[in-house]
């Protein structure tokens, strides 16, 4: 539950107090000082029954049983035991006790819906930092799972955050998050509750954290799928770098509160066009975040009481979306160019809706999302939503959660520290987390690419800032998720690796195209690749190449052939005596291709040694003669031949185009539309 959803995380700091009349209000925003004075009195009155839980606990308890209803709470208790005990007597800055962070650390993962085992180890996650307790104490008590969460998150603290040590930093938080979502997802969580109560911090502390926040921190949450964490951190971060732009976004929002309910009415006509047509739908409004309502406000000016939010339209199964997608443009006037359907290709944070907009009868232009419920706790929670990757559990045929899950169940935590291992571990001893977004793996192997932090930080600075993704389908049959923006040689890495280096050339839709070409959604890439392995990227390809990995390979390989760097002198055209003497003494001045007997062709092929020889010698063989040559100069090792021919029977010429195109090397023959050298 986003600060921009209709029902926000309790405590949403800035966000949540935007909310217009008439819409669904959040939850009371909860006391972590009642809850700091419930821990001390617990601590001085002695430990609660072992048959219920401590008062410092029971909100987390009854945010997770809303989503766990089985959840053995049995654990929690004994987690918060430990953590309340080894804590007794540290307070925050703020003056609270230290109690009050982990607790309200696992409140906002457990209003996510995170299993048992996140939470007792979000509970524990500072007892190993900054207490006595061992990780040794902590595998005795609660099992492995959670002793990897807590050393995982522990590891992260204990790196420092100085702008020196950011690049390595923010690898070992990349190396945490690939071996276990859950353990960046503790993080974030962590960092939120940090960032709620960052007031009491100095201004220049203030501002460097959210500087973090907002270069690492939010993008990370964006691509595990946790708007909830996502949109807050924005806003909070957003209040602290552009404090007067915030305040006139907050007035905005207050203005428009003030104003009347617009989007409501919409609502209502809507749910009373689905109600008619028999489907069965939850309308809700869903206020836009601070953020997102001040990057209207700089997109379109003016702002009107719609631009403040957007429908959400939410439905039991999938084809339910689409017969609500039918009946409001069908019932509505539809603006079409908003269409976007993250159903049938969701997004590479798992995130899966309709997005559409109507104009209703008065004029006022809605956005709506449509998705099942499902859908909705994965687009709020991200892997959270997933559960524990590891338990194993039955899939449930169509369901979104369980397929991303590849087959590891929801996990109700009942059995914390029992069983961790199964499927936990891949055959190398490595973890093979089931959530793993695309994404994510990528960053992980360019990241072990890496020559140095520096080189990691840079690109991982630019992948983080696409905030946008492709995808584009192989000729195999396989798609490649890319960021917006990328080009053939960031595919050709995507898909081939480091013998991309050897790529020449590619086919999009069919055509041939230049390696810098940048690719759209739903284009199929094929990449010709030459058959010599010696052949390597030039340093122009860093001009056109957009992801991590593709720089990092062309880096290394240009590092280690510093010859490459130079390039070579362009092959000059070949003169009409030279032609003649590859073609032998009878070959002619150029002709037309008008006339069946004489024909231009054009030549695509990989720049080899020997090629010209080899062509020449082809040509021979089929009883033609060269009249006139020409060789363009080489672009991204792909070279252009133009050859003006003489047969002695025109019928030859598909045995001749064929034998031309059995040349090593050589990708297409076509017949030119003008002769090779026009100037002879």
């Not at 987690?79 to 906002?108: C, D, M, N």
């Not at 949109?231 to 009347?260: N, S, W």
């Not at 195209?513 to 860093?542: F, K």
Request: proline share 6%.
């Amino acid at each position: 539950m986003s600060a921009e959803a209709a029902q926000p995380l309790s405590g949403t700091g800035p966000t949540g107090s935007a909310a217009a009349p008439g819409r669904r209000r959040s939850r009371a925003r909860i006391d972590l000082r009642r809850i700091g004075r419930a821990a001390l009195l617990g601590a001085t009155a002695g430990p609660a029954p072992r048959d219920r839980l401590p008062d410092a606990i029971r909100h987390v308890a009854e945010a997770h049983r809303a989503h766990h209803p089985d959840a053995d709470l049995s654990v929690l208790r004994r987690a918060y035991v430990l953590a309340e005990s080894s804590h007794r007597g540290q307070f925050r800055k703020s003056g609270e006790p230290y109690i009050t962070h982990p607790l309200a650390v696992t409140l906002i993962l457990a209003e996510l819906g995170a299993e048992t085992t996140t939470l007792t180890a979000s509970l524990l996650h500072d007892t190993v930092e900054d207490t006595e307790v061992t990780l040794d104490q902590v595998r005795e008590a609660f099992g492995d799972e959670v002793t990897y969460l807590v050393d995982g998150v522990t590891k992260l603290e204990k790196v420092d955050y100085g702008a020196a040590a950011e690049p390595e930093t923010f690898r070992k938080m990349l190396v945490a998050t690939g071996d276990d979502v859950r353990v960046m997802s503790i993080k974030l969580a962590d960092r939120l509750h940090n960032m709620r109560t960052l007031g009491v911090m100095r201004p220049e502390k203030q501002a460097r954290t959210a500087r973090v926040t907002r270069d690492v921190l939010i993008p990370l949450a964006e691509r595990l799928g946790v708007q909830a964490l996502k949109t807050e951190l924005e806003d909070l971060v957003f209040a602290i770098l552009h404090p007067e732009q915030y305040a006139a976004t907050r007035a905005l929002i207050a203005a428009d509160a003030l104003a009347g309910d617009t989007l409501g009415a919409v609502a209502d006509q809507v749910a009373g066009v689905l109600r008619e047509a028999g489907i069965a739908a939850e309308v809700l409004v869903r206020p836009r975040h601070f953020v997102s309502v001040h990057r209207i406000h700089l997109k379109r000016g003016e702002l009107r009481g719609s631009d403040f939010g957007r429908l959400l339209v939410l439905v039991a199964e999938d084809a339910d979306c689409y017969a609500v997608l039918g009946e409001m443009h069908t019932c509505f006037t539809p603006v079409i160019s908003e269409f976007k359907d993250f159903i049938a290709a969701p997004k590479f944070n798992l995130y899966q809706s309709l997005h559409t907009a109507i104009a209703a009868p008065d004029g006022a232009v809605a956005e709506v999302l449509i998705r099942t419920h499902r859908m909705h706790k994965v687009a709020e929670a991200g892997v959270v939503a997933l559960g524990n990757p590891y338990a194993p559990a039955p899939e449930a045929p169509g369901d979104p959660l369980t397929s991303a899950r590849t087959g590891a169940g929801a996990g109700s935590g009942s059995s914390v520290g029992q069983g961790a291992g199964i499927g936990a571990y891949a055959e190398d001893g490595e973890r093979a987390d089931p959530t793993r977004p695309g994404w994510l793996s990528r960053l992980l192997d360019w990241q072990q690419s890496a020559h140095d932090t520096d080189t990691f930080w840079t690109a991982l600075r630019a992948d983080l800032a696409q905030d946008q993704e492709v995808t584009v389908f192989r000729t195999d049959g396989g798609t490649l998720g890319l960021p917006a923006g990328a080009t053939c040689i960031d595919a050709a890495y995507a898909w081939h690796g480091e013998a991309a280096h050897s790529c020449v050339g590619a086919r999009v839709n069919g055509r041939l195209a230049p390696l810098s070409t940048v690719l759209h959604d739903g284009d199929t890439v094929q990449l010709l690749l030459a058959q010599d392995a010696a052949s390597g990227p030039s340093p122009q390809w860093l001009d056109h190449a957009r992801t991590p990995a593709a720089r990092i390979a062309i880096t290394g390989w240009l590092r280690a052939h510093p010859e490459a760097a130079t390039p070579p002198a362009a092959a000059p055209r070949q003169p009409a005596d030279a032609a003649k003497r590859h073609g032998g003494p009878d070959a002619a001045g150029p002709g037309s291709d008008a006339t069946a007997s004489r024909v231009t062709l054009s030549v695509e092929s990989f720049g080899r040694p020997g090629l010209l020889a080899d062509l020449t010698e082809a040509i021979a063989a089929e009883g033609a003669t060269v009249a006139a040559a020409t060789v363009d100069p080489p672009d991204e090792q792909r070279v252009r031949h133009t050859y003006t021919l003489r047969l002695p029977d025109a019928a030859g010429l598909p045995a001749l185009m064929k034998a031309m195109r059995d040349v090593p090397g050589v990708y297409d023959v076509s017949r030119a539309r003008r002769p090779a050298d026009p100037g002879l």
